[in-house]
């Protein structure tokens, strides 16, 4: 009978498969986030990638953490597992904020430091989609993880300088003009600068994650 139960229930293996399907689907927003910050007449159906992405993680993420509460045997500890995909979670998330700030603001070109911040957001997401896989053999991977989660990182404090260098130039402008269009589009700029932001925020706190869970896998 217990032998028969068990059958039914989760396999460890599925947790990794569920984390890669995630980590592409943040790639996938990424890409889409990408296209959107480039501007012009494709920003909507960019914006509305995003929103469809952003309810393919929310699906992956339940199902995870369904498996969390119907899997005796775990691959490492459950708050674990529900820190790791919840952060992976947060980053597409706040990638669906920054387009739907995007359409309700309906701006349609951005700053090139907003599309040198997609750059990085994408390149983020592919290190994190590498690097989910490899926690199935945390032994045999531990310094293939250290290493992409170090690049995640640095990727992170790259961006707060282009993301404090386009804050910086918003304000210069918008101080040099009187205009109150030039204010508003301080304000909305700023606005679509801290999305970004903690986009890759988010992305450094998967990092975070990978890093605790191989410390304590060790």
Same mark, same amino acid.
Request: charged share 30%; net charge negative; proline share 2%.
């Given at each position: 009978m217990l032998g028969w139960f068990q059958a039914l229930m989760p396999k460890e293996a599925r947790f990794f498969t569920l984390f890669e399907k995630h980590a592409a689907i943040v790639v996938a927003g990424a890409e889409a986030l990408r296209g959107l910050l480039r501007g012009g007449e494709t920003v909507e159906d960019y914006c509305k990638q995003v929103f469809q992405r952003e309810a393919e993680a929310d699906d992956v993420t339940r199902e995870v953490l369904l498996a969390v509460r119907r899997t005796f045997i775990t691959p490492f500890d459950?708050? /674990?597992?529900?820190?790791?995909?919840?952060?992976? /979670?947060?980053a597409i998330d706040q990638m669906n904020k920054t387009a739907k700030t995007i359409i309700l603001f309906e701006v349609r070109s951005f700053e090139p430091q907003m599309r040198q911040m997609a750059e990085f957001i994408l390149q983020a997401a592919k290190l994190m989609l590498e690097a989910v896989?490899?926690?199935?053999?945390?032994? #045999?991977? &531990?310094?293939?993880?250290? &290493?992409? #989660? #170090?690049?995640?990182? #640095?990727?992170?404090?790259? &961006?707060?300088?282009?993301?404090?260098?386009?804050?910086?130039?918003?304000?210069?402008?918008?101080?040099?003009?009187?205009?109150?269009?030039?204010a508003m589009k301080f304000v909305i700029g700023s606005e679509l600068y801290d999305h970004l932001e903690k986009v890759v925020d988010r992305l450094e706190d998967v990092a975070n994650e990978i890093n605790s869970i191989v410390v304590d896998q060790l």
């Amino acid at each position: 009978m217990l032998g028969w139960f068990q059958a039914l229930m989760p396999k460890e293996a599925r947790f990794f498969t569920l984390f890669e399907k995630h980590a592409a689907i943040v790639v996938a927003g990424a890409e889409a986030l990408r296209g959107l910050l480039r501007g012009g007449e494709t920003v909507e159906d960019y914006c509305k990638q995003v929103f469809q992405r952003e309810a393919e993680a929310d699906d992956v993420t339940r199902e995870v953490l369904l498996a969390v509460r119907r899997t005796f045997i775990t691959p490492f500890d459950r708050p /674990d597992i529900q820190d790791l995909i919840s952060s992976m /979670d947060d980053a597409i998330d706040q990638m669906n904020k920054t387009a739907k700030t995007i359409i309700l603001f309906e701006v349609r070109s951005f700053e090139p430091q907003m599309r040198q911040m997609a750059e990085f957001i994408l390149q983020a997401a592919k290190l994190m989609l590498e690097a989910v896989p490899l926690l199935s053999s945390i032994g #045999t991977n &531990a310094g293939r993880l250290n &290493a992409i #989660t #170090t690049k995640i990182i #640095t990727i992170e404090e790259q &961006a707060d300088d282009v993301c404090n260098q386009g804050l910086k130039e918003l304000f210069l402008a918008s101080r040099s003009e009187s205009d109150q269009g030039d204010a508003m589009k301080f304000v909305i700029g700023s606005e679509l600068y801290d999305h970004l932001e903690k986009v890759v925020d988010r992305l450094e706190d998967v990092a975070n994650e990978i890093n605790s869970i191989v410390v304590d896998q060790l």
